[in-house]
Structures are given as structure tokens and as C-alpha cells.
């Protein structure tokens, strides 16, 4: 009997160890977070919408996506309307092409003068050139429903844009995407959930003509803390992330991820934070109101199951003291 006692004690002491692996076997999160801090290699995200791009200096340059009028009333073959493509090519009758980007009217003007007046010995100044609309072609491709080149105004919104290529095709209630942006010299991303939750920056975009939007998901690597959002997990009908909402407390994140679920472990949930000193953990009781934790950005939020009643839990109790006298009465026994 003292044998069989002394075998299921080193048991319970192999399996007690074994249960934790060697912190020296592995990297951890705040190892990681610190060399990755220091390398700086992390996704920049613009999100305060006044730091966009505005290209000021764009405003009256003529650009991809403009359209031009042409007429000469002794020849018929110039006369139409002409627009800009893509990379900023102006093609006109008799092979005359010219790259309007960043260039002023006036001077397109000009050139198209030029060029037309080795066909005319005389009246080449009565050859007729008009701009007459200052659209933008952009690119939009990706995680939209029709990719392809589209025809928009200088300010026109980014919802609007994408609207244009068929919409979203994805589902912003349950996946987090971005627009990565070129424009010019510029390479930039958004995160679209966040947009699209603030209206007030409908206008924030300045096209330029050959703007690039690429539409995709987000990896959660890459979100940092640029994109304020919080993570629930477990405990709850349809656990993910949550945009952060400033003042909203725990609750509303519950809510937005579909309610707890029944026997929930009211008196074991937790928060997982990322501090100036790594990940910290913040254990609290959900009922006690007083003692509910203020939530901040990239907090992760994990709640906990508990299907058993009382007497499970009075008779988890008893096993564990009755393991403790049976070690003590071994351990004298020896």
C-alpha cells in the first residue's frame, strides 16, 4: 500500500512538472517586444487623418485623368475631346503625344501649339485647347469587388473611391482591413474600420492622378499601436477584436462581441496589458463594479467558462486537501 501511495505521489510530482516547459527553452513575449522596439521595423499606419498627404502644390497641375478639348475649324480631324491616361500621356491627332503631369495648363498649352504648328504655315494660333474636366484616375485593387482604373474628383472620399470598384469584399464587423496608398513619392496605409467609423475625415484625400490603392486584410502583427483596438478572447458568443472607443468600459466590449456566455467565471476574468515593463496581467471580479479595470488601447480582454456548481467546486477542494494530508502522511511515514 506505502509503494502503491509512494508511485501515484511521483506521479502527481512528474506530471506537476512537466506541465510548465523551461522559460530557458523559448523566447518570451517581452524578450520579443524589447528586440523588436529596438529594431524599429514595425508598419506605420496614419492614423490622424490631418497627417495624409495633401500635395498642395499639385493644386493646379494638370494630372492622369484630365480631360482636354481639341478644334481647329480647318481641320476636321482635330476636333474632340481627349483624356490624359494613366501614367499622364496625352495622345492628340498625328501622333502628337505629351506628358502633362506636374506641368500647368499653360504650359500643356504650349506644347500643343508647338507641336501642331509644323502642320500649320499659318494659323496655328487659331488651333482651340480647353481643359475641361480635372478628374483623377486611381487604381483600386484587392479586397474590392471590381478592381480596375476609375475616373474620381480631387477630394472625393475614400468610401466613395471604393464604392466606385464595387465596394468592400470583405466584412468589416468581422475582419480588420487596410488601403495601402501610393501617391506620388508617397507610400502610406489607413486602417478602414477606423475610418469608417469617423466620418469627420471624409475629406481628408488629395488625388493626384496614378494614385495606387491596394485593399487587404490586416495582420494583427503589423496593427501595433498605431490602431487602437482591443482583443476579447474566450468567455463571450463571437470573441475577436474591437476598435477602441474612448471611455467605453469593459462591457461595451462585451457587447460588441456578441455577449457573455452562459456560466461564465465571473470571478476569474483578466486583462492582459502591454506596459513599459512588458506584459502585465490584471485579475478582477466582473460583479464587483467598483473593481473593474479602465480599458485601454490594446488591451487584451479574457474571459473564462465555468460549467461547474458548487458541489464540483466543494468537491475539487476536498481532493485537493486530501492530497495534501496524503503527502504529509507519506512523507512522515518515511
Not at 500649320?120 to 485593387?141: D, S, T
Not at 478602414?192 to 496614378?210: A, D, E
Amino acid at each position: 500500500m506505502k509503494l502503491l501511495l509512494l508511485n501515484l505521489l511521483l506521479v502527481m510530482l512528474m506530471s506537476s512538472c512537466s506541465s510548465l516547459t523551461s522559460v530557458s527553452e523559448y523566447k518570451t513575449y517581452n524578450e520579443a517586444q524589447d528586440e523588436f522596439l529596438k529594431s524599429k521595423r514595425g508598419t506605420k499606419f496614419i492614423s490622424d487623418y490631418d497627417k495624409i498627404p495633401k500635395f498642395n502644390k499639385l493644386k493646379y497641375k494638370m494630372a492622369p485623368g484630365h480631360l482636354f478639348y481639341l478644334n481647329h475649324p480647318s481641320d476636321s480631324k482635330l476636333k474632340g475631346r481627349y483624356r490624359a491616361d494613366f501614367e499622364g500621356i496625352l495622345r492628340l491627332p498625328y501622333n502628337v503625344v505629351i506628358k502633362v503631369n506636374g506641368l500647368s495648363f499653360r504650359e500643356v498649352k504650349a506644347k500643343v501649339l508647338e507641336a501642331y504648328s509644323k502642320f500649320f504655315q499659318r494659323g496655328v494660333e487659331n488651333v482651340e485647347f480647353k481643359l475641361i474636366y480635372k478628374n483623377f484616375y486611381v487604381e483600386v485593387r484587392g479586397f474590392v469587388k471590381k478592381s480596375g482604373r476609375y475616373l474620381v474628383s480631387q477630394n472625393e472620399s475614400i468610401d466613395k473611391v471604393i464604392d466606385k470598384a464595387g465596394g468592400l469584399n470583405g466584412d468589416l464587423n468581422k475582419s480588420f482591413y487596410k488601403a495601402s496608398i501610393k501617391q506620388q513619392d508617397k507610400s502610406y496605409a489607413i486602417n478602414l474600420n477606423q475610418y469608417f467609423q469617423n466620418n469627420f475625415y471624409s475629406n481628408s484625400f488629395t488625388w493626384t492622378g496614378g494614385d495606387t490603392i491596394f485593399v487587404s486584410e490586416q495582420d494583427e502583427s503589423e496593427m501595433g499601436s498605431a490602431i487602437p483596438i482591443v482583443t476579447v478572447l474566450g468567455g463571450v458568443n463571437n470573441p475577436g477584436k474591437v476598435l477602441y472607443k474612448d471611455q467605453a468600459n469593459i462591457f461595451y466590449y462585451l457587447s460588441k462581441t456578441g455577449g457573455v456566455i452562459p456560466n461564465l467565471a465571473y470571478d476569474r476574468a483578466m486583462i492582459m496589458r502591454n506596459t513599459e515593463g512588458g506584459l502585465k496581467k490584471i485579475n478582477f471580479d466582473l460583479t464587483n463594479v467598483q473593481d473593474i479595470p479602465h480599458i485601454y488601447p490594446q488591451d487584451t480582454i479574457v474571459l473564462q467558462s465555468d460549467s461547474r456548481n458548487k458541489s464540483d467546486r466543494f468537491f475539487d477542494r476536498a481532493i485537493q486537501i486530501l492530497s495534501i494530508i496524503t503527502t504529509i502522511l507519506l512523507i512522515n511515514s518515511i
